[in-house]
């Protein structure tokens, strides 16, 4: 086939760093994707499908005749509808080599915005363009977009022998909407080990659902991505492989074949390596168990490992009131023991039950003090100018930071110890809120550089006795959260940020996975701490004038007034 060039392909897409947001959008707005019916008879339709139906986009190949414009738009349609056919149809618009080369699962670009405005470049490319929502890359690792983040695609057509426009050159990937994404798509976790081999850390990763537990499996083998390296672990060797390339799922069973090496790891690293791969691929909601085979054997343990997982956080947040630490029992307060040597005390901070570690407070904004006991008065144990609210991790060390940072963060143990943790990527910023996940593998941090706020999670790098040694390369969250405040865990894989204060507007509230999309909360006048035990539900809210809030269905309840600071541990 001859297929002279008649419009040149123009420059790459930019590349977007995007949020994906689930259903907001319309199913797809292109320009002429679906038209109104205007005669025939009425009918009657049920207005939602039925429970454990899905919806199927049909696909339609190339009208004889399409310009070059509606040669683009009907294979966008196409590939919106191409998670059922393997994008079968949308490779009918292509011609040339790029219709065997071009790869669409190579990157998802998700827009939010209704209509995808079409243009032609200087060189005589066919652009597409949209506000970016999100994307996707090859190993279904999430970023989010800044707001007004635009997402161009451009396509290079030229006539077929017959005369007919096709395209023959793109860039790999697809670009879809938010509510195709999610009839698409969907959110998975890899789980690796902590370096002590104690904690399950999950890492989320979104798949085409029906490739999700093959997929699984072969990147739960590639580890963890390079911003998680050096804090997590995995029991499988490398080298190891997925058998066939696949995992089946039976009634209920996925079955993993791998290859013979981990076979030379002693027992207790495959209870480990079984651990990891059941607790991932129980996150496809279809596996009720799974079998794996290595070098064709069945993999047996005698003891499955008891790893922590998403510890679930018990007992009362810990406030401020009349002047010392007192619990908030949700009907009334217990003191504790008093202030003890603090004279001001604020920001507490609890290790979690039955783990190491002892109550903490900042005494004014300078001085980080243990809480007193029965028989000890509590204990100086830092000093520093505009010390951030402590987080004490299930290791025992509390951890803060100056406000104005250069380039580390402290921890110390109740006993005096204190360490310098290197964070050289906060050398410079104003830190305002740092917390340790309750693995003790990541630390989540709202900095402020030159006025602008953002939100990072690291890996928490430790020696062999868990004693910190630095923060890993951070990656950035919560790009469309505006101006942070402050930031609270929530679960193993999703912090809650709080807003600042702007001009007469309220502080937001977002709920914030990482690597999923953002959820925005009902804001709440003049809050400035925000704390969780386990799960959303627990999120509690403490405002400068002493008011808590508490989560009451979609808003919030007022549960006290007088007290601030609240804390849950960690």
């Not at 009720?288 to 998403?310: C, F, H, I, K, Y």
């Not at 006795?465 to 630095?470: E, M």
């Not at 704390?531 to 627990?538: C, E, H, P, V, Y």
């Amino acid at each position: 086939m001859t297929v002279p060039r008649l419009l040149h392909r123009g420059a790459r897409h930019r590349t977007l760093r995007a949020r994906l947001l689930v259903a907001v959008a319309a199913l797809l707005a292109l320009a002429g994707c679906v038209s109104i019916p205007d005669s025939g008879p009425v009918r009657a339709a049920d207005p939602l499908p039925p429970e454990g139906s899905s919806v199927t986009l049909i696909a339609y190949g190339p009208t004889p005749g399409a310009t070059a414009h509606q040669i683009v738009q009907g294979f966008l349609r196409a590939v919106a509808a191409g998670g059922g056919d393997e994008f079968a149809v949308a490779r009918e618009y292509l011609a040339g080599p790029v219709a065997q080369t071009w790869n669409p699962r190579a990157y998802v670009r998700v827009y939010t915005a209704r209509d995808i405005t079409f243009s032609q470049t200087d060189e005589g490319a066919v652009r597409a363009s949209a506000t970016a929502e999100g994307s996707i890359d090859a190993q279904g690792r999430y970023t989010e977009a800044a707001p007004d983040t635009q997402v161009e695609l451009d396509f290079t057509l030229a006539r077929t022998a017959d005369g007919q426009w096709r395209i023959v050159d793109l860039d790999d990937g697809i670009l879809i909407s938010p509510v195709v994404f999610e009839a698409q798509y969907d959110s998975y976790r890899l789980y690796f080990l902590s370096p002590d081999g104690e904690a399950l850390v999950p890492e989320t990763r979104w798949y085409p659902s029906r490739s999700a537990p093959s997929l699984i499996v072969r990147h739960l083998l590639e580890g963890p991505s390079s911003w998680l390296v050096g804090g997590v672990t995995t029991a499988l060797p490398t080298g190891t492989q997925l058998v066939s390339d696949t995992v089946t799922v039976t009634d209920g069973v996925a079955r993993v074949e791998l290859s013979a090496e981990p076979l030379a790891t002693a027992p207790s690293q495959q209870a480990l390596m079984l651990a990891q791969l059941e607790e991932s691929l129980r996150s496809v909601p279809s596996v009720q168990s799974v079998e794996v085979l290595v070098g064709g054997t069945p993999l047996v343990v005698d003891e499955a490992p008891d790893l922590l997982r998403n510890p679930y956080v018990t007992g009362s947040p810990v406030v401020i009131a009349e002047g010392v630490p007192q619990r908030f029992t949700g009907s009334g307060l217990v003191p504790m023991s008093g202030a003890g040597i603090a004279a001001d005390p604020r920001m507490p901070a609890l290790p979690y039950e039955d783990l190491p570690g002892r109550p903490v407070a900042l005494d004014g904004t300078d001085r980080l003090v243990t809480l007193p006991t029965q028989t000890d008065p509590g204990t100086l144990l830092l000093t520093g100018q505009d010390l951030v609210a402590p987080s004490i991790d299930r290791h025992g060390w509390i951890w803060t930071t100056p406000r104005a940072n250069q380039g580390a963060v402290q921890a110390v143990l109740p006993n005096g110890t204190v360490v310098r943790v290197g964070a050289r990527w906060l050398d410079g910023a104003d830190v305002l809120s740092l917390r340790i996940s309750r693995d003790g593998a990541r630390a989540v941090v709202v900095s402020r550089t030159d006025g602008v706020s953002q939100v990072d999670v690291a890996a928490v790098l430790r020696d062999v006795d868990s004693r910190p040694l630095a923060l890993g390369d951070p990656v950035r969250i919560g790009e469309s959260v505006g101006p942070a405040q402050a930031v609270t865990w929530v679960d193993d894989q999703t912090v809650a940020v709080l807003g600042a204060q702007t001009g007469e507007g309220a502080p937001s509230v977002h709920l914030v996975p990482i690597g999923g999309p953002t959820t925005d909360l009902p804001p709440v006048a003049g809050a400035t701490r925000i704390t969780a035990g386990t799960g959303d539900r627990t999120l509690v809210l403490g405002t400068e004038d002493g008011e808590l809030y508490e989560r009451n269905g979609l808003g919030w309840n007022l549960a006290a007034t007088d007290v601030f600071d609240p804390a849950f541990p960690g």
